[in-house]
């Protein structure tokens, strides 16, 4: 049967509901609250990211932060409109780690990714997508494959299961790190993210988006 328009934001609505409630996470006790993707849930294209930093903790929306606002400066250069896209993260709860007495984000954990899975799969199932963005190197390992080099694939299609198309690009978190501390890779990466999401936009035209 197939699936209405009406029926996707309904069951969006309904897992949204279901994830801010979330008991299988190892984060539950010290999370400030569930990140749970956003956008439109006709997109083509499905942008995925590491995980919740500290202001989508606060803000409670993905890519709301820094690398959110770098994600955004790229996705306008190429003329992809992000209230179009769907974006989320692998993990829905902030992964953190103390550092030097700090509290810092980290990589999201086997057990995170795995209690976090179920609410991926079911953003997936309802957009369908066509393209996946993998953004850093967790989430191609998740979603293209757990040996993925990202210094050597990003920007290079393949194909995934279910007809999708699948891709992964520097993340913007990472090439802010390099600004101000090595300005060649800054420049040399941030280039890559913005040709690499160029590469996105033509082939989500090509799917006639
Ligand atoms: N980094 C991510 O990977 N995702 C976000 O939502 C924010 C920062």
Known sequence: METTNLDKQRDMDGLRTQALTCPGCP?????????????????????????????????????AGPSGRLLDQALAEVGLERGKLW????????????????????????????????????????????????????AAKALIDKKFKLSEEHGQFREGPNGTRRTAVFHPAYVLRLRGVDQAAYERTWRALVD?????????QDLGD
């Open 27 to 63: 984060n539950r006790a010290t999370r400030l609250r569930v990140v749970f993707g956003e956008g439109d849930v006709h997109a083509k294209v499905m942008l995925v990211g590491q995980g919740p930093g500290v202001v989508e903790e606060q803000t409670g929306r993905p890519f």
């Open 87 to 138: 974006l989320t993260n692998v993990i829905k709860c902030r992964a953190v780690k103390s550092e030097k007495g700090r509290t810092v984000d980290r990589a999201p954990s086997a057990a995170e990714l795995k209690a976090c899975r179920p609410w991926l799969e079911g953003e997936l199932g309802i957009i369908q997508p066509a393209l996946i963005v993998c953004i850093g190197v967790p």
């Open 196 to 204: 690499d999401l160029r590469l996105v936009a033509a082939t989500a």
